[in-house]
């Protein structure tokens, strides 16, 4: 893009020159004009919610909790009193640190209209109050074995057959806890009762359109009224307290410091199911700071947000084949950005340009070194296992997208206008036939789920792009307990 030319200096003798447009020096894109992309693509990828959809949104999430409560009862494996982590976004969103290759492709506006992951503990320890040492003789880093012995006897014997077995030269027996075998027992479970929910239809009840087993995780998605909602269900171990794997972490300064509390970034972390490239899939368990970054993410400016998500949604398109980076990396890479610069500088409202074309470049460092430092345990190089020709052609995907970000922006933002209209598609024929649920009976909703529906507006209003965490007792699934920080709904 050619800059204007500066006009002869007047009759006054003024040497004035008009502004130049400030351009970006790699495209010659303009960064006023980045900018207003970077928020029309906001604009249509973030949606309010109405009375009608925040009714659709809640009984989605009753019929999830009710439906674990049930999971609970059958062979009491599950903890009895637990609690979930529920985040806005499937784990193909990069909402936690899980290999996408094993996973199914959705898409939204296709598949589903919103997406949800929600981290379920199958095992707790939360009675230790010193940092928690976890068995990685066997393990790359990030990544851990467990052992039943951290249990009682009655937890070894409800899991001992979701558990590998090693036996020592001494005679002793030790269970590791299988990610693999515990996602099918998950997957077994969960389809034996939705199996016996569905021969029994309600009123008002979701249809369930789809149940796969994803590698370790379960998808579920959800027909609610005009809606189609895809719940990533992930089988994890629960930790209260910090991993000493990551205690050298908590001694350097970061960009949360005095922002929030100490005390609510360690207050937990989990083992998700996840392997590492050589590591053993049936014993090997990955480290996750879902619960960590949810508190982070409240420091983290809005136009950066924006720069994020934009990127993300360029990246997710350009560089899914072969599978090699995640928007996990790029959620990572902008965490150690928050560290590297300083915060009045993120914080500049009209910056969100600059922040895209950083985290692209970012990027496109990291795959050329083949470097991805993990922001909590920073000597875990996530992209160490890649093939020099597999980063090689990422970056040079990525040199495109930094050759016309405005392009590829453009490109992005059709993408989610035409989810949205696929959406908008099916939320009219859903009206025009003025039934409440796929499977209902076509009767009034009562009144009570009105004012759930009003009260989960509210908090969705109230707290935008927070993750909800909630509490149930599966033995009264009536009452699910929604928790925003410390607040509880």
Not at 410 to 429: F, G, M, Y
């Amino acid at each position: 893009m050619a800059a204007p030319l500066a006009s002869k200096a007047g009759s006054g003798g003024t040497n004035s020159k008009p502004p130049f447009p400030e351009l970006d020096f790699r495209s010659g894109a303009r960064v006023e004009e980045l900018n207003k992309l970077i928020q029309e693509f906001t604009k249509h990828d973030q949606r309010e919610y109405d009375d009608q959809r925040a009714l659709e949104i809640h009984t989605a999430k009753d019929f999830i909790f009710s439906m674990l409560g049930m999971v609970q009862k059958l062979d009491q494996k599950l903890p009895v009193a637990n609690e979930y982590l529920l985040l806005s976004g499937g784990v193909r969103e990069g909402v936690v640190d899980i290999d996408l290759d094993e996973l199914n492709v959705y898409a939204r506006g296709t598949d589903y209209d919103m997406d949800f992951t929600l981290l379920v503990p199958a095992l707790k320890l939360h009675d230790r109050n010193q940092p928690v040492t976890l068995d990685m003789r066997h393990s790359a880093l990030c990544h851990s074995w467990l052992s039943l012995r951290l249990f009682d006897e009655g937890t070894i014997s409800k899991w001992k057959d979701c558990c590998t077995i090693v036996d020592h030269i001494n005679g002793a027996t030790n269970y590791f806890f299988s990610p693999t075998k515990v996602a099918d027992w998950f997957y077994d479970s969960i389809s034996i009762v939705l199996s016996e929910i569905q021969k029994k239809p309600q009123r008002g009840m979701p249809k369930v359109e789809k149940v796969e087993k994803n590698g370790t995780i379960i998808s579920i998605i959800l027909g609610v009224g005009s809606s189609r909602m895809l719940y990533d269900i992930v089988p994890v171990v629960s930790f209260k307290g910090w991993p000493a794997v990551a205690q050298s972490w908590l001694m350097e300064n970061h960009f949360w410091d005095g922002k929030i509390t100490e005390e609510e970034v360690i207050s937990g972390f989990y083992l998700v199911p996840a392997c590492s490239y050589k590591g053993k899939k049936d014993n090997e368990w990955r480290l996750s700071f879902a619960r960590s970054e949810v508190q982070l993410k409240k420091c983290i400016s809005s136009s950066l947000m924006q720069a994020y998500q934009a990127c993300k949604a360029i990246i997710i398109k350009l560089l899914s084949r072969p599978k090699a980076i995640s928007p996990y990396h790029l959620r990572s890479m902008m965490l150690w950005a928050c560290d590297r610069l300083p915060a009045s500088y993120l914080a500049q409202e009209d910056y969100a340009a600059h922040f895209l074309l950083g985290l692209i470049d970012d990027l496109q460092h990291c795959l050329v070194n083949k470097m991805c430092p993990n922001y909590f345990i920073p000597q875990c190089n996530m992209l160490e296992h890649l093939s020099e020709e597999t980063v090689m052609l990422h970056a040079r995907k990525l040199s495109s997208v930094r050759s016309d970000p405005a392009e590829h922006l453009r490109t992005a933002i059709e993408h989610v206008k035409a989810a949205n209209r696929l959406t908008l598609e099916l939320q009219r024929r859903g009206s025009t036939t003025s039934i409440p649920s796929p499977q209902s009976d076509g009767g009034d909703t009562n009144q009570p789920d009105d004012r759930l529906a009003k009260k989960l507006q509210q908090l969705v209003t109230e707290n935008p792009g927070k993750s909800i965490s909630v509490f149930i007792n599966p033995d009264d699934v009536t009452r699910p307990h929604f928790r925003i920080d410390d607040k509880f709904f």
